[in-house]
């Protein structure tokens, strides 16, 4: 049970069972619950303490040794509990009951409201939100990920109104007053985060797999949005039960589209909540767009059972749920659907994230101490997605594919419907590799890499007889003593190899000329090459002889050091244009994204026509092989690629390029003629950007009237595209309108100060507007931190000392954006420290 190294509720009162019964009244926007749970006192006491956060009270009582005492009830809002105190000790068996008053609010946490419009007038549904400890925000409850419980849900309602929850519905029976009662079956021993509510109307498609009942559920008018997304569940979810080797325990499953939701998903047990956005496609849709939610939907399957089936015992290993439902989500993808080639995409996008979250000796690790809700919002980042994921696919890589697999099977079959640790995973994998007759060092190897901050620099240098390794800690200011276990997959010309590297020096013998670390780019360490080495390794690129993804890993490599201030901006430029040209995916889309960076950190100074000349010849270069409208039989990643091309070519205003844009947008307003989807996005934004003010009216007016997620989201980021600083004000005004969802009123902030001429502007807004910020968006929304992310392309002291000036103001400051804090002002540190290394 809980563990006194954490400020738990202790474990002398465990719940066995909740019976609930939420009666929402949707004029008032309050759900009274009536809730009776049961309860094993392991020693007699007279004071129970539960969870519970913003409810109202009515009445509370224990029924225990066959008499009933009515409770005393002591709430505190800052630890988030209610206390209740009785007459005489219980023990034993207990009931407790109480029945308390939730606010259904419009703040995406807790039992809240979200708003839809349909057939001319707007209605509303409640929906659920309990992730992290949010549960108590909707009924007084034990809300931690070990007390898990069994649930029986009912609800009050209207009789226009139905239900949803993770089971399916056991009976409904008619009440007075146009009322009924909704029962669901009981379910199965669960965490309180995972338990889901809904109420309102709603249209579904159903499906099966097997005995397996599905549904896709959306809000009234858009149920076909969501067919598509369906088919991609049902695929998913097969493949998923065949890998795991345990079919899904529940007898539904439902995929629900929610108008406002704070998260992109959420894994409730049998009824996965998803942000329009990230649910809602049709065939029409982009691939990115196709892609995004295949990968959420996949994502959320997998948390069926790490995370549902299995949870951490508490929330210090979040990273259990996350970096597993993040890697193997890609896995089932790429298996499901090969033709996106969606392994080396999750190289490129969650490998190149987890390095840059990484990279901060601000970063924490992934396995990590926490104790207020604040602090658990907080570890809701790309170290327990990205670089957690990141880890797992090194492991896999060094124990091998058979026995990783197999190690699953035992942690998923020995932990089902209860709490395990890291170690319980590492111990499962390590018992698998030893029946097939692997020495292996499973426990030992992850617990450094998760304990521990940060990730190493292996340094390569050619010596006599071979090569010399050295590792130290990488960090975007400094390198720093330091070292790993390190699995090191490497390549020579006499073939390929393995080591582990346990110390901080090894040599690795050979006549090979040349040696590339990092083979297949399994692993979460940087290497840095002497120049004999890394030209060696350069003419295999420019010859097509090195693999793909290697070569991703080089040039990536290569450009972090260049993005620290280790080598200057013109190695890097010189080594792409002499060995990178006409590089294939994913190479080419790295160099593209790089020298998009260079681009807008070098904007305005004596360097940035170089750079812009570099990123239009290498652009244009793969525009002209790729062409401007899809070719049939091409590979999915060039449709995507093809937008983003469009798009650094509009920002650095080549001609060819925005007069293309200016024509295609023209015959799409004027006359009609739709735009390619996957293209769409680069040309509203090479018209913002260079065609001027005029055209801002146009999109307001085209977002207005918008019903489809994927169009309404790039019609919004578009108008903080301009380059007028009046038109960005304008833009920066919406960000509260009754037009823009709460969900989404990041959006326009984020893209102003991503914008070249916007950081300032955002700047003075947010500060002006920070009061607001933090009253609307709790810490259980995990959204506020992205308003202070936007500055870290700050790259000057005066700026550097204003952030931390505001911040240092108590009323300005909370928890949950200490880390957030650290890391925005240390990226900045890195920016100045690239402009002055590079004398701009």
């Known amino acids: 049970m809980p563990s006194d190294k954490h400020k738990t509720l202790g474990n002398n009162v465990v719940p066995i069972n909740y019976k609930l019964v939420f009666t929402p009244d949707f004029k008032k926007f309050k759900t009274t619950v009536y809730e009776d749970i049961s309860c094993k006192v392991k020693k007699p006491t007279r004071s129970i303490k539960i969870n519970a956060k913003e409810l109202q009270f009515v009445s509370a009582s224990v029924f225990a040794n066959g008499k009933v005492q009515r409770a005393k009830i002591k709430l505190d809002e800052k630890e988030q509990t209610a206390t209740f105190t009785f007459a005489r000790p219980v023990g034993g068996k207990i009931e407790l009951a109480m029945t308390s008053i939730c606010d259904n609010n419009e703040r995406m946490y807790g039992f809240y409201k979200s708003k839809y419009s349909h057939g001319g007038s707007d209605g509303y549904i409640l929906t659920s939100q309990f992730e992290a400890p949010n549960a108590r925000a909707a009924f007084p409850c034990f809300d931690e990920p070990e007390f898990k419980a069994t649930f029986d849900v009912s609800f009050i309602i209207d009789e226009k109104y139905d239900a949803i929850s993770n089971m399916p519905i056991k009976e409904e029976s008619k009440l007075e007053d146009r009322k009924k009662m909704v029962r669901f079956e009981k379910s199965a021993k669960m965490s309180t985060y995972l338990l889901y509510l809904f109420v309102g109307n709603y249209e579904s498609i159903s499906g099966s797999l097997g005995d397996l009942r599905l549904r896709a559920i959306t809000v009234p008018g858009k149920k076909e949005y969501a067919r598509l997304s369906l088919q991609y569940a049902k695929k998913l979810l097969d493949w998923q039960q065949k890998y795991f080797g345990i079919n899904f325990p529940l007898p539904k499953l439902d995929f629900i589209g929610i108008p406002d939701f704070a998260a992109g998903a959420m894994e409730n047990w049998g009824a996965i909540t998803f942000r329009e956005l990230q649910f809602m496609i049709t065939k029409d849709s982009s691939v990115a767009m196709k892609q995004l939610a295949s990968e959420t939907i996949s994502h959320e399957i997998v948390h069926q059972w790490f995370g549902d089936l299995v949870t951490m015992k508490w929330w210090n290993d979040l990273w259990l749920n996350e970096s597993f439902a993040t890697f193997l989500a890609c896995k089932a993808i790429d298996e499901v659907f090969p033709e996106w080639d969606f392994e080396t995409q999750y190289v490129d996008e969650t490998l190149g994230s987890a390095f840059s979250a990484d990279a901060l000796k601000s970063t924490h690790p992934i396995s990590v101490h926490v104790d207020e809700p604040a602090q658990i919002d907080s570890i809701f980042d790309r170290i327990s997605y990205e670089k957690g994921g990141s880890m ?52 030992k190897l992850m617990n450094s890499w ?138 080419n889309s790295n160099i593209a994204g790089h020298l998009g960076w260079l681009f807008a950190a070098t904007y305005g100074t004596k360097l940035s026509k170089h750079v812009r000349k570099a990123l239009i010849g290498f652009n244009k270069d793969m525009l002209a092989r790729l062409g401007w409208t899809q070719k049939k039989g091409e590979r999915e990643i060039n449709t995507i690629l093809r937008g983003g091309i469009i798009a650094s070519l509009g920002l650095a205003e080549d001609p060819d390029t925005v007069e293309k844009a200016k024509q295609m947008f023209l015959s799409y307003t004027k006359r009609g003629k739709k735009i390619d989807q996957n293209i769409r996005s680069a040309i509203y934004s090479t018209v913002a950007w260079n065609l001027g003010q005029k055209n801002f009216d146009t999109f307001a007016r085209l977002y207005k009237s918008e ?3 994927e169009e309404q989201r790039r019609l919004l ?117 690239f402009r002055e290394k590079n004398k701009i």
Not at 398 to 421: C, D, P, Q
Not at 721 to 743: H, I, N, P, Y
């Open 392 to 443: 797992l696919y090194m492991l896999e890589d060094y124990v091998g594919k058979k026995i990783f697999r197999k190690g699953l099977h035992h942690y998923l079959s020995t932990f089902a419907y209860s709490n395990a640790e890291k170690e319980d995973l590492w111990n499962s994998i390590q018992i698998e590799a030893r029946k097939e007759g692997k020495r292996l060092i499973v426990p």
């Open 450 to 587: 998760l304990t521990k901050a940060g990730h190493p620099i292996v340094n390569v240098e050619k010596a006599k007889g071979g090569f010399l390794l050295s590792q130290k800690r990488y960090t975007l200011l400094k390198d720093i003593e330091d070292s790993w276990p390190i699995p090191i997959h490497y390549l020579t010309d006499q073939g390929e190899g393995m080591l582990l590297m346990e110390k901080r020096s090894q040599f690795v013998k050979s006549t090979s000329q040349w040696i590339k670390l990092n083979y297949g780019q399994k692993g979460l360490y940087r290497v840095k090459y002497d120049s004999g080495i890394l030209r060696a390794i350069g003419r295999r690129i420019k010859s097509g002889k090195s693999a793909p993804l290697d070569s991703w890993g080089i040039e990536n490599d290569l450009f972090s050091f260049v993005r620290s201030g280790r080598i200057p901006v013109w190695d890097y430029i010189n080594f792409v244009e002499e060995y990178c040209h006409g590089a294939q995916y994913p190479l």
């Open 717 to 833: 980021g578009v108008w903080g595209g301009f380059k007028d600083a009046k038109v960005l004000r304008r833009a920066l005004g919406m960000t509260f309108s009754d037009g823009v969802r709460l969900q989404d009123s990041f959006i326009l902030p984020m893209r102003v100060a991503s914008n070249l001429n916007g950081k300032a502007l955002a700047w003075q807004w947010t500060k002006k507007n920070w009061q607001k910020l933090m009253r609307t968006y709790d810490p259980a929304t995990h959204m506020l931190s992205h308003f202070l992310e936007n500055f870290s392309g700050m790259d000057t002291i005066r700026e550097k000392n204003d952030i931390k000036g505001f911040f240092s103001r108590k009323q300005n400051m909370r928890p949950d954006l200490v880390q957030t804090l650290g890391q925005t002002l240390e990226r900045i540190d890195a920016n100045i420290r």
């Open 707 to 709: 019903k489809f997620p």
